[in-house]
Every structure is written in structure tokens, then in C-alpha cells.
């Protein structure tokens, strides 16, 4: 039964596919062999769902559908013995024009089986060309641990030396590795299947499945279709931010927080980081573009603050950062103080949105209720761009704060505990095995739903909304 499928194509062949399919073929239990590799537990072992994928540059459509990639190897090309060459059973990543480029990546998941560390290789990849592919795996689908690079049809993996012996892991994410220019058919790795070697835990019985939904409703429901796909993060590092808010350095809760809410923004987001401290100082560290999660966050827990607070500079500054982008943008200022380099903010504001930018700037005043001038003074540069003011005095408030601006995460989990699926709110949500679990919502605060069934052939609905102090979340059908 496949789910729903998003996607969308973009000009000068590059292919962004976001969706979640799920492949129920007859699945062989009995062992395997697949071009000298044995699966213990058949065909089971090979990935079962499309998580997410993005094709760089100058795939041909032939070589562009990402569920080619599921169930057991396909591919007929030269037979595939030592298989060097393109083939409709496969999936392209594309290759990087430039290190500006996209890079071209495809996230499976395992549904009736989990990938452990045991002796020898743990992780084959069926490669149909020599372009080397980057490995890595997630427990969650959200945090991914680099194991190596493979090539070769297979081409093995050992997650031995990266992972402890009691993990277990649902998610692979292949990308592309920077070469030469590949002008083939499918250039960039070409992906045919994906099998996980040792213990198989199959979680599937029989052909009962249902389905889940979790989605936003009421007023939580309207600022989910306001959602922006294009980020700019906006620090102040000023001097005040050394200060201590609810028995914390207010910088490190500010960059602990950003680094949470960088989890929680979808793969597919655009995402830039400037900070603001000291007159006329103000610094890009990383300019919009593509989601490079690690990246963005080592760049924020580096920052230290000084000086003053240049409001109206900053602003001024963010044209440049946004002049070559037409998506809706939204603009996140996290600020615990008022202009204090003799600027006009709200004005600089004003001019943002004169000059045509289709934005919205939310801005978050931390640990600033006691200080009503600066207060206001925010207030009013959030309603100039047509944003939201948020105040927050501890670390909960602010995570709840910067929540507005990325679709709350959750997580299923089987009565075991084990992770069986991790998704966004609202987004498309999963094929179970039917049987009874446990759902934790990442709203703050938290809300953990025990007891949730999923019956063969029925949805189970999960609604959430706004509530006094929260969030609330019914279960229905």
C-alpha cells in the first residue's frame, strides 16, 4: 500500500522529491542469496520505505524514481555482476556542478527489519555504477552518524567501529561524493537496493496493517499553513546576553535551543544564521541555503557575545542575505534588549518590507518583560513585517517560543520501547504493523499518548491543537 506522494520538480535538472512510500511485496522469510551475499531472513532485509529524496544535477527521468531503490535488488544491467552502468531498477543521486551545488541524497527506512552491528559487514548497498556513495545511519531519522563509503554491487559496510553493540538503527541516508563532472544517464551513485545484514527483528505479521495521522487542527492547524520554507535565524550576541535567566547563561540557552529547533526544521528547509553584537557589527555565518544541520549547529555553540545591540543594522544587513531569494521567507530575531547604537529598528523594518521582500519577522524578546521600552520597541518591528512577538523568560519558554517557526516532531514507539517510526506533524504519516503503541508529541511541554492502536485496514487519527499553558491531543478514528 503506498501513502501519499509529494514532489516537485525545479528547472535546470535538479529534482527535489519529499515523500513516504511504503512497498508491501511478498517477502521471502526463508534465506537468500543475492550476487554472493546471503540475507538470513530473505528479502525482509532490504530497506522497505522512501523517507526523502533529492537528486542533484542532470538525472534523466528514467534514472529519478526513488522507490526503485526499495525491496530486493532489481537490476539487470551487464547482469550485475560486478554491475557497472545505469539501469531503470535503479535510483540516480545526480552529481554536484559545484560545492554550491545541492548534494544529492536518498533516506530509506527499514519497517520489518532494524540494522545492528554484528561480526563482519553489517550494511550492503547494490550500486549498479563506480560512483561512491556516503553512508550514514539514524536510530530517529533526524541525527545521522557517518559510517563510510561504498561502492560496488554490493558494496559493504562494517558500522562496527561507529556504533555500540546494543544499537539499532532504522534509517540509511546515501549521498552523492563530490567528483568529477558525470555526464552518464544517472550520474552520481545509482541505487538498486539496500540490505541489512545480521539480526532481523521483523515487526511484520501476516498482511494486518493500519495507518497513523497526527494532525495540527483549530488555531495550530492555520500557523502550519504559514509555514516557511526558507529560514533566517537572527542572534544577538550582545554583551547583556552573558547575563543569567532562570539560573542560566542566556547565550547558552539561546544556542541550545536554536540548535533544537535546527532538528526539528524539515530537510527540505533553507536555512541561514546571522549574529548581531557591538555597533555596526554584524556577521553572516551561514548564508541561506540548503539544510547542512551539522554545519549550522557547530556555527551557533561557537558563538560568544560583546558589545552593544545594533538592531536597525542587523536589519539593514538581512537585504543582502535575502535579495536572491523569491520564496516566502521568515525571519526569527531573538533579542534580549532594545536598540542601543542610536538606529531606527522599526523603520529598518518598515524599509524591508517596502522594498518588496515577502517575509515575516517573528521575533522572540528574552527575558525582557521587566524592560518595557525594549519590550515595546520589539513588538512593534514584529508587527511592521506583519510577525508575531513571543516573550520568554527560561529555557522551556523559549523552546516554545521558536516552536512556531517548525512543525512539531513525533515519535512511535512498540511496547518494547523500540523507535518504529519518527515523523513531523501534519506531514504524511506511516504504515504499522497493526498493534498498540506509544506516542510522544515534542510540544512543550512534551505529550506522551500511551495505548494508541492501530487496527489492520483503519487510520487512526491523532488531532492536536492549541490549549491553555500548551497543547492538547485526542486520539480518535
Known amino acids: 500500500m503506498k501513502a501519499r506522494v509529494v514532489f516537485r520538480r525545479i528547472r535546470y535538472c535538479l529534482l527535489i522529491v519529499s515523500l513516504v512510500v511504503l512497498v508491501n511485496p511478498v517477502l521471502r522469510s526463508e534465506p537468500t542469496t543475492y550476487f554472493g551475499v546471503t540475507f538470513p531472513m530473505g528479502d525482509a532485509a532490504f530497506a522497505d520505505r522512501v523517507v526523502d529524496y533529492l537528486a542533484a544535477s542532470c538525472v534523466r527521468d528514467a534514472y529519478d524514481d526513488p522507490e526503485e531503490a526499495l525491496g530486493p535488488p532489481d537490476a539487470y544491467c551487464d547482469g550485475c555482476e560486478g554491475c557497472s552502468g545505469c539501469d531503470t531498477n535503479a535510483v540516480s543521486l545526480g552529481f554536484r556542478l559545484s560545492v554550491i551545488d545541492n548534494r544529492g541524497y536518498l533516506v530509506l527506512e527499514f519497517v520489518d527489519n532494524v540494522l545492528v552491528d554484528v561480526a563482519g559487514n553489517d550494511l550492503f548497498i547494490y550500486n549498479t555504477n563506480q560512483n561512491p556513495a556516503r553512508v550514514e545511519i539514524s536510530t530517529d531519522g ?7 563509503e561504498t561502492v560496488g554491487y554490493p558494496g559493504a559496510i562494517d558500522i562496527g567501529p561507529y556504533v555500540n553493540a546494543s544499537d539499532t538503527f532504522r534509517f540509511v541516508r546515501l549521498s552523492d561524493v563530490p567528483a568529477d563532472e558525470d555526464h552518464s544517464n544517472c550520474p552520481g551513485p545509482s541505487i538498486d537496493a539496500v540490505g541489512a545484514m545480521g539480526r532481523t527483528e521483523v515487526v511484520i505479521t501476516g498482511e494486518a496493517f493500519g495507518s497513523l495521522e497526527l494532525l495540527p487542527v483549530g488555531d495550530l492547524a492555520f500557523s502550519y499553513q504559514s509555514l516557511a520554507r526558507t529560514y533566517l535565524i537572527v542572534l544577538d550576541t550582545s554583551s547583556s546576553m552573558l547575563e543569567i ?5 542566556k547565550i547558552d540557552v539561546a544556542k541550545n535551543v536554536i540548535v533544537d529547533l535546527l532538528n526539528n526544521l524539515p530537510e527540505t528547509a533553507n536555512v541561514g544564521i546571522r549574529q548581531f553584537g557591538g555597533c555596526g557589527h554584524s556577521v553572516l555565518i551561514a548564508p541561506v541555503g540548503p539544510m547542512q544541520r551539522g554545519l549550522l549547529q557547530a556555527e551557533i555553540l561557537a558563538l560568544e557575545p560583546a ?9 539593514e544587513q538581512t537585504q543582502a542575505d535575502l535579495a536572491k531569494i523569491s520564496d ?18 522599526v523603520q529598518a523594518a518598515k524599509d524591508l518590507i517596502g522594498l518588496g521582500y515577502d517575509l515575516k519577522m517573528h521575533i522572540v524578546g528574552f527575558d525582557i518583560t521587566r524592560n518595557v ?13 506583519g510577525g508575531v512577538y513571543y516573550d520568554a523568560g527560561s529555557r522551556e519558554e523559549l523552546r516554545q517560543a521558536l516552536s512556531m517557526a517548525a512543525p512539531f516532531t513525533y515519535t512511535v514507539y512498540d511496547l518494547e520501547g523500540n523507535i518504529v517510526y519518527a515523523g513531523r506533524l501534519g506531514e504524511p504519516g506511516p504504515q504499522l504493523p497493526a498493534g498498540t503503541y506509544t506516542i510522544v508529541i515534542d510540544t512543550a511541554p512534551a505529550i506522551t499518548l500511551t495505548n494508541v492502536v492501530v487496527s489492520d485496514q483503519q487510520t487512526t487519527m491523532i488531532t492536536v491543537e492549541k490549549a491553555s499553558g500548551g497543547y492538547q491531543a485526542e486520539v480518535g478514528n
Do not use: F, K, N
Open 142 to 148: 533526524y541525527s545521522y552518524i557517518y559510517v563510510g
Open 245 to 249: 535567566v532562570d539560573g542560566e547563561v
Open 373 to 385: 521600552t525594549a519590550r515595546d520597541q520589539l513588538i512593534e518591528i514584529a508587527q511592521a513585517t
Open 307 to 315: 558589545g552593544a545591540t545594533p538592531l536597525a543594522y542587523v536589519l
Open 328 to 345: 516566502p521567507q521568515l525571519v526569527l530575531l531573538i533579542s534580549d534588549g532594545m536598540e542601543t547604537c542610536g538606529g531606527d529598528p
